[in-house]
């Protein structure tokens, strides 16, 4: 499998509910950032969390790290019809200069 | 809130022919990249630069591509003699550090077609 691989990848709910999106990695990292894209528009930075950080809030967001098994998980609290897009984690990983690797990406749809 | 801002948002071109991507940069930030995403596909790193030079730069980023930073404000993709694979949308990131603390900032992206 391939850094920074995104499961599910679809995901549809209802508007209210938790949406949870996981990232597995291969490689150690400095870092691992989650964006956001609308359909067709540019890449907004979500949360970064550090390699020795294991949880971080922002807001309705909530992210877990879990290094012994490169994985993170992107949960999204209460989610919004707004709220749909597609979400992608980045890996800054410790042997790659400061290039960030892209998963797959999860679409998330959320339906009012 | 700063924004990063790339020019056109869409661009056709002929196959064989050279085209220039422009991005302008958050003011105070150090650390440039350009990345593409092929329709449907991840998004992958082409080239990161630093200090007027690239600092690291992928498999993809061969003699075709080259970057620039001419006037200390923009900073270009220029792409030689295009071919169909290079459609794609072209995002440009800026940092302000290393990345290492701090998420990167991706303009709206530069839709181009090469047919």
């Known amino acids: 499998s391939q850094q920074g691989e995104e499961d599910p990848q679809a995901l549809s709910i209802q508007e209210g509910e938790n949406a949870t999106m996981n990232c597995s990695y291969k490689t150690s990292i400095n870092n691992l950032q989650w964006y956001r894209q609308n359909s067709g528009r540019g890449l907004v930075h979500l949360i970064l969390?550090?390699?020795?950080?294991r949880e971080k809030h922002s807001g309705r967001l909530r992210v877990t790290l879990d290094t012994s098994k490169k994985s993170s998980s992107l949960l999204i609290t209460a989610s919004r019809a707004a709220d749909t897009a597609s979400y992608f984690c980045?890996?800054?990983?410790?042997?790659?200069?400061?290039?960030?690797?892209f998963g797959e990406g999860t679409q998330l749809t959320v339906n009012p | 809130e700063p924004e990063v801002t790339q020019t056109p948002s869409h661009q056709v071109t002929q196959m064989g022919q050279e085209v220039i991507l422009r991005c302008v940069p958050i003011?105070?930030?150090?650390?440039f990249y350009w990345y593409r995403q092929i329709l449907g596909q991840k998004v992958e790193f082409l080239v990161s630069f630093y200090n007027n030079e690239i600092s690291e730069k992928s498999e993809i980023f061969d003699d075709q591509f080259s970057v620039e930073r001419p006037d200390g404000s923009n900073f270009t993709l220029k792409i030689r003699s295009t071919k169909l694979e290079d459609s794609a949308m072209y995002f440009c990131?800026?940092?302000?550090?290393?990345?290492?603390?701090?998420?990167?900032?991706f303009g709206s992206g530069t839709r181009l077609t090469v047919v």
């Open positions: 980045a890996t800054d990983g410790i042997a790659s200069g400061s290039r960030l690797t």
């Open positions: 990131a800026s940092v302000r550090g290393s990345g290492r603390s701090n998420g990167y900032t």
């Open positions: 969390i550090r390699s020795n950080e």
């Open positions: 003011s105070n930030h150090l650390y």
